[in-house]
DNA sequence: TTTAGCACTTAGCAAGTAAGAGTGCTAAAA
DNA sequence: TTTTAGCACTCTTACTTGCTAAGTGCTAAA
């Protein structure tokens, strides 16, 4: 257990050292802390905290640096209560713009304006529907024998693809298809189509069509455009102007991490409304690579119409008062305008 | 005006040089030349060649390293007639595979195959009609008041998107101006539609719509999607890999470069449909962040379905004779089994 | 015109030095 | 018992020095 001075110690050399990125040594301490109290004092009290593995030391004659834990105790019990500055809030307010016609622009430009901010890389997803259903699927031909296939779920969400008809097609027996699904599967959850179009479905399509594979690809590919999570990244190359930036090599693998599907599975904050999650160095994924870098994260509640989740990835020796204050000023802002944009169109 | 013996010289240093990545020294190059030469030679011509630019030095003491227009000369006087080794060209026709069921597929596949084979990052753009027009706009109604805007080229592009009725429509109006476009702009080709919508377009809507911003926004929006060219890129963080990537600003700069529309810019190439283009250093673009690099460009054309563009981003240091194959293979292969794709459906 | 030979230049490396920052520890002061 | 001053110690950083290896330019002979 830290006394109370212990903490301030630690606190003040987290502040320097995320502010400065240089380890910090005891006279600098001994002059910014409240009280008066010498820089050998500081020194007593920082074996405490090097015992305790909160800070270490890059060589045995440097100033002290936190350490990961030092930072997640810093997280857990030293931040104030989050506020944001007021140029901060001006300037979301002022980015954001008072409009916006389409979900997917608003949360696509909060990734946007969070990662300026920040100058790190944001994340968005937009509030998913939990149990989205299929309320639709159907074709429309747009002659010279191609045609659209187009998925509506119950939230509105809909997604289109269209194709080339095989030359020998009966367009009576597609009809049927589409009927066929529409009777099986309306209704039914995004996950539950899926397992029954690898299931039962393209048998029972077969007693229509003979070669069920295209029809049934491009039924599988709008479903799994309505079905996957896909987050809104800002600032994506904001991750090389960083100081842990080190070879290319690793840089590459990570760029390769976040564009790939497993990103889903580490922005994954916890389901407390509340709550911020804040991640550090190898809490956020099992491999090495992230281990320099936090992960904050958060999820908004858009009343009953669903929950999404905003996300920003930067250095572990970041900020967090102000990082964390600006997840959460985007995460309100957010929940807030799609209230309203939602109560506006399906409601009233 | 360089003489043979020069020409070999030269071809040497930049060969080695683009092997090893070192400087290459006289006696390397004595050793390595089919004729039987002293190194003291090497060097009297040498200063010939950095007399003439071709070749510079890090130090007054140091190797020679073939300078910009040391690869300009290289690469126009002294390739070898392009060629492709065995082991390449199975590996094209391995990954390229047998079959493919949307020219997207193939095309983005193929950025993907030759960034991978080159370790460098590729872009491909597949076939735009060169005078694609517009042949249809229509509205399907999805229930819930949304409505999906289709719209549809003479060449078979299909672009889409939803959108919400306000609800104070008058679904009439809208259907006399869906009308009213097909009869107006359908036949035009696109940029000359994107013309017409900024100008006459919007007063003749008026009369049926009183707001016709939220239309004309989606209408606009699916044009754009239809008439923008877009390529695929392969490989986007093999950039990161490279040997001159130096400070993580110049990267991220690089990268907003190739996220942003002035790509289409810079990857141009002579609209001469049998030659490759290599542009070397500042040909690139005019800012210096592509200083190292070097870009090799094609065009492919698919009989009369309109021609693509193949691209390659390296080093200027690279083995082009390989670079310069493989893009060339691709470029083959692309047509040929674009042909065979487009006379498959729309002919026979 | 080519070559051998040699003096010269430079990068890269290792070792050494000095300055500066910061520590741990001890003994005295509070 | 806690805090402080003082000091020896450690380590980084920047600079210098000396050495080697690679490669050059130049000269004079072949």
Redesign the interface.
């Known amino acids: 257990m830290l006394t109370k001075r212990q903490e301030q110690i630690l606190q003040a050399i987290v502040r320097q050292y995320t502010a400065t990125g240089q380890p910090v040594g005891s006279k600098l301490i001994a002059s910014v802390l409240p009280m008066k109290v010498s820089s050998a004092t500081i020194r007593n009290e920082m074996v405490v905290l090097e015992h305790a593995g909160l800070v270490t030391k890059e060589h045995s004659s440097s100033g002290r640096v936190p350490s990961k834990q030092g930072f997640r105790y810093y997280v857990d019990h030293l931040l104030d209560p989050t506020t944001i500055t007021k140029h901060d809030a001006a300037a979301i307010q002022n980015f954001l713009g008072a409009e916006f016609?389409?979900i997917d622009e608003l949360v696509s430009d909060s990734a946007q304006i969070l990662s300026d901010l920040t100058s790190y890389t944001a994340f968005t997803l937009k509030p998913e529907q939990q149990n989205e259903k299929l309320?639709?699927f159907?074709l429309?031909p747009?002659?010279?024998s191609?045609v659209?296939g187009?998925l509506?779920t119950d939230s509105?969400k809909?997604e289109?693809q269209?194709?080339?008809l095989p030359k020998d097609v009966d367009s009576e027996a597609f009809e049927a298809v589409v009927r066929l699904i529409n009777d099986q599967l309306v209704g039914l959850e995004l996950p539950e189509v899926v397992k029954r179009l690898r299931e039962d479905i393209p048998y029972q399509v077969t007693q229509y069509l003979a070669k069920p594979e295209?029809f049934l690809?491009v039924f599988g590919n709008v479903l799994e455009k309505a079905a996957g999570e896909r987050f809104f990244v800002g600032g994506?190359?904001?991750l090389?102007?960083?100081e842990q930036?080190k070879d290319?090599?690793a840089?590459?693998a990570i760029?390769?991490l976040l564009d790939s599907d497993r990103l889903s599975t580490i922005i994954d904050p916890a389901p407390d409304n509340e709550g911020i999650t804040v991640k550090i160095g190898s809490e956020i994924a099992k491999n090495k690579l992230l281990d320099d870098y936090s992960l904050i994260t958060a999820r908004y509640r858009v009343d009953q119409y669903g929950e999404g989740i905003i996300a920003v990835l930067g250095p572990t020796a970041m900020p967090y008062p102000r990082t964390i204050g600006l997840v959460d000023a985007f995460r309100r802002e957010l929940a807030k305008r799609l209230v309203n944009y939602y109560h506006h169109?399906y409601d009233?």
Chains 1, 2 share one sequence.
């Open positions: 016609a389409k309320s639709g159907r429309v747009l002659g010279n191609r659209l187009i509506v509105g809909v289109s269209s194709f080339t295209g690809d994506r190359f904001n090389l102007g960083m930036h290319g090599k840089m590459q760029y390769e169109y009233s």
